[in-house]
């Protein structure tokens, strides 16, 4: 069982940055996958980064790559997203979620997720 605590997020101008948290409780932090979805309103909610256990193995939709840098402080218990550029268009919740092992870019495959954080970007 893992529980899912997201911080940061909040408002800001086109071209701005923000840096999303999410920390993990439950053991064994290391053997998830840790991925950030969002959800724009009226829109479903697609993946826009995720992190391998180990290795440093990342993945990315490619509305965000070179603007989104997803990390993990496994010490921590930690996953982190930090967004540059951002765009009018990166509006929305963004979640994290955790699943065992290996990759997936489909949201009901995690089967743990966090309360969502709203990052709005003004033009």
């Known amino acids: 069982q893992v529980q899912l605590v997201q911080s940061g997020g909040g408002l800001v101008q086109a071209g701005g940055s923000l840096r999303l948290s999410c920390a993990a409780s439950?053991?064994?932090?290391?053997?998830?996958?840790m991925g950030w979805f969002r959800q724009a309103p009226g829109k479903e909610r697609v993946f826009v980064a995720g992190?391998?256990?180990?290795?440093?193995?990342?993945d990315y939709a490619d509305s965000v790559k070179g603007r989104f840098t997803i990390s993990r402080d496994n010490a921590k218990n930690t996953v982190y997203l930090q967004m540059n550029s951002l765009k009018p268009e990166d509006t929305a919740v963004y979640y994290c979620?955790?699943?065992?092992?290996?990759?997936?870019?489909?949201?009901?495959?995690?089967?743990?997720w966090g309360q969502g954080t709203q990052v709005t970007v003004s033009s």
């Open positions: 439950g053991r064994t932090f290391s053997a998830y996958y």
């Open positions: 979620a955790a699943r065992i092992a290996t990759y997936s870019d489909y949201g009901p495959e995690y089967p743990y």
């Open positions: 992190a391998k256990r180990t290795g440093g193995i990342t």
